[in-house]
């Protein structure tokens, strides 16, 4: 093939299988959810519509991937639990975890007019995840009791937080008189001074909220938030096969057993249990640190991207929307991280080169593979209308998958950069013809027979002598992909008015020839280690 030269890349590629017998927990957590419910005004201490929000995206998660059988959520996180024996994209971490917040991503930034119809996204919201292998049952309810524990102590203190903020005291004067109050002085804080009894609050303030599969009836801690309206927002039930629970205890013998999904797909608990060590749960979380000192490459891909361009009807065998829509989101990821020095994207995927030095997430795979990821996914669905003004996004929205390698040196990095582009020059050359052959008449079948064993000067001159095309001539985008770096602008410009005579820089998109020495002579800055 013509990118045998190239392909020894893929050597460099680790496994990173979650081994049977391990339950798989992929927890995500809010990125900056701080700012991000400041900037949209979410109620303090709890928005329900923002909590009712995150309930739908777990909903969805669960009906998209049938291997998640139960998830537990609050605030800005949520814990998706697959069941015991899951095969899902070969038990392989970072496909999980990256499939998992990618739609979630995907989904908050859809359903946000649900429940927020007045009020403008102002940026995307962005989650990490990672893997939580739990050698047993017992480490699962251990897992799950931690983080209900959590969901308790931080709704209490916040609870105070705001309510002490709201009756004229300033953050930091509000932390100062809860240091080192238990969780009865809470209470009675909340009662003597404000009038609230704490455990009349509602239950998903207090207790989370549990989305799992659906079974028989409903029992009555299940809420039918389909029948009523909050203001003017219609609150939408989960899912078809899906209930939303709210339950004191989820790591309990009797709530497991009161649902039959949970004891078929994962086991049952032997004996509650009320405390449990944080580090002991943190220990069985699968982490995995990349090598310093070498160049970190996050290959994102479209996950089942052959019918979602069906769907929405994509031009083929290339939609320049649709690839600029990849290009824009690829620009915002870098603005958004600067640790990404150089991109490169062709058709569903995107490479993202990390310098050599970075230090982003402490270079926790987990972490740069599910930021970059979920940031990209939101990114996608809030500039969709803009590349896209007559088409409505369908469900399920996108999604993408990712992983992390690590290379050594500048010419192995450069070598994989080359393989994908030679890879997009023969893929495109080949469903260009593909394609071309179909709307003649060929079948798909037939169109397929009639390449099978050509070569590239055969298929360019199929173009010619039966379609009139010049395949060189097609453009760049098609032919070479898109590289994505940091640039100078035209040095006339300058910061403001100042006299210090510096360029701007700005990312910019090109379709160039990136196997050439030229290019990188001619951008020497974007793998200047020394930057």
Known sequence: MANSKYEYVKSFEEEDEVMLPNLIVVRIKGRNFRRFSDVHKFEKPNDEKALNLMNTCAAAILEEYPDIVFSYGFRDEYSFVFKKKSAFYKRRASKILSVVVSLFSSVYVTKWKDYFPQMELRFPPSFQSRIITCASMEVLQAYLTWRQNDCHVQNQCNTCLWMLIKCGKSEREAQEVLKGTGKQEKNELLFQQFGINYKKLPPMFRQGSCVLRRAKRCKSEVEDIDKYKDGETLVKSPGRNVILVHSGNIASGSFWSEHSCLLKELGSFEEDINKVKPEYVKSFEFERKLLPSTWIVVRIDGRHFHGFSEEHEFEKPNDGQALNLMNSCAVAVMEEFKDVVFSYG??????????????????????????????????????????????????????????????????????????????????????????????????????????????????????????????????????????????????????????????????????????????????????????
């Not at 993408?400 to 010419?411: H, L, Q």
């Not at 005579?501 to 990312?507: A, C, D, I, M, N």
Request: a neutral charge.
């Open 346 to 531: 062709v058709s569903d995927e995107f490479s993202f080169v990390l310098k050599r030095d970075s230090q982003f997430h402490d270079r926790h795979a987990s972490g740069i593979v599910s930021v970059i990821v979920s940031f990209f996914s939101s990114m996608y669905v809030m500039k969709w209308k803009g590349f896209f003004p007559q088409k409505e996004l369908k469900n399920p929205p996108p999604t993408f998958d990712g992983r992390a390698v690590c290379y050594p040196s500048k010419e192995i990095l450069r070598d994989y950069l080359a393989w994908r582009q030679v890879d997009c020059h023969i893929n495109n050359q080949y469903n260009t013809c593909f394609w071309m052959l179909v709307k003649s008449g060929k079948s798909k079948s037939e169109a397929q027979d009639y390449l099978k064993g050509t070569r590239a000067q055969e298929k360019s001159e199929l173009l010619v002598q039966q379609f009139g095309i010049d395949y060189q001539t097609l453009p760049a985008m098609f032919r070479q992909g898109s590289s994505v770096f940091w640039d100078k602008e035209d040095p006339t410009e300058r910061y403001g008015d100042g006299p210090d005579g510096k360029s701007r820089k700005k990312v910019v998109v090109e379709h160039c020839n990136i196997i050439e020495q030229s290019f990188w002579e001619a951008h020497p800055n974007i793998l200047d280690e020394e930057r």
